[in-house]
T-cell receptor, first 115, second 111 residues
Framework: DAGVTQSPTHLIKTRGQQVTLRCSPI?????VSWYQQVLGQGPQFIFQ???????GRGNFPDRFSARQFPNYSSELNVNALLLGDSALYLC??????????????FGEGSWLTVV | QKEVEQNSGPLSVPEGAIASLNCTYS??????FFWYRQYSGKSPELIMS????GDKEDGRFTAQLNKASQYVSLLIRDSQPSDSATYLC???????????FGTGTSLTVIP
């Protein structure tokens, strides 16, 4: 079975540009979350989506946005990139959005470098 | 106050020894607890989940949960060089959408 797939795996952007990251969840999983992991830190929650609806948002500025499509895949958009946005962006797949016992599984991540 | 705290390490143990990794959390409403392993340059991969007080064993790994003390631990028996990685503790409230992660503990197993 295919796991969580993300694209692109690596990308370099210039300050002020915009970036779109893509994610396909595990087959049968309907919830997708996005996390940002800065070097030396644990992943930080950005968004959760379920059935195309935003179900949670972390403490990130409005430059960050996301959406989920009918096939449960998702995109994360970041506008007006800052040097501090350089990080590993992780997509996490989950069967349902909440409830005890629901584990999240990560994709390989997208490494974003802002120069 | 951080939601989840871990000693950043580094923790070094000789091959074959037991590695003990610890984690505390602040939200008493937390219901689900997870350990992820992250190799350098890779994404986190799930090792174990635990939901009830006590011990849960899976091969060489044992997770321990004490909700009264708000404490979760991971024991790795017969440590191998391939266990060298950063171990992330994650916590999720029953109704919560997000997982809270610690900063991770770096483990090195010395051959």
């Amino acid at each position: 079975d295919a796991g969580v797939t993300q694209s692109p795996t690596h990308l370099i952007k210039t300050r002020g540009q915009q970036v779109t990251l893509r994610c396909s969840p595990i087959s049968g999983h309907k919830s997708v979350s996005w996390y940002q992991q800065v070097l030396g830190q644990g992943p930080q929650f950005i968004f959760q989506y379920y059935e195309k609806e935003e179900r949670g948002r972390g403490n990130f500025p409005d430059r960050f946005s996301a959406r989920q499509f009918p096939n449960y895949s998702s995109e994360l958009n970041v506008n007006a990139l800052l040097l501090g946005d350089s990080a590993l962006y992780l997509c996490a797949s989950r069967v349902n959005p909440g409830g005890s016992g629901n584990t999240i599984y990560f994709g390989e991540g997208s490494w974003l470098t802002v120069v | 106050q951080k939601e989840v705290e871990q000693n950043s390490g580094p923790l070094s143990v000789p091959e074959g020894a037991i590695a003990s990794l610890n984690c505390t959390y602040s939200d008493r409403g937390s219901q689900s607890f997870f350990w992820y392993r992250q190799y350098s340059g890779k994404s986190p991969e799930l090792i174990m989940s635990i939901y009830s007080n006590g011990d849960k064993e899976d091969g060489r790994f044992t997770a321990q949960l004490n909700k009264a003390s708000q404490y979760v631990s991971l024991l790795i028996r017969d440590s191998q060089p391939s266990d060298s990685a950063t171990y992330l503790c994650a916590v999720n409230a029953n109704t919560g959408n997000q997982f809270y992660f610690g900063t991770g503990t770096s483990l090195t197993v010395i051959p």
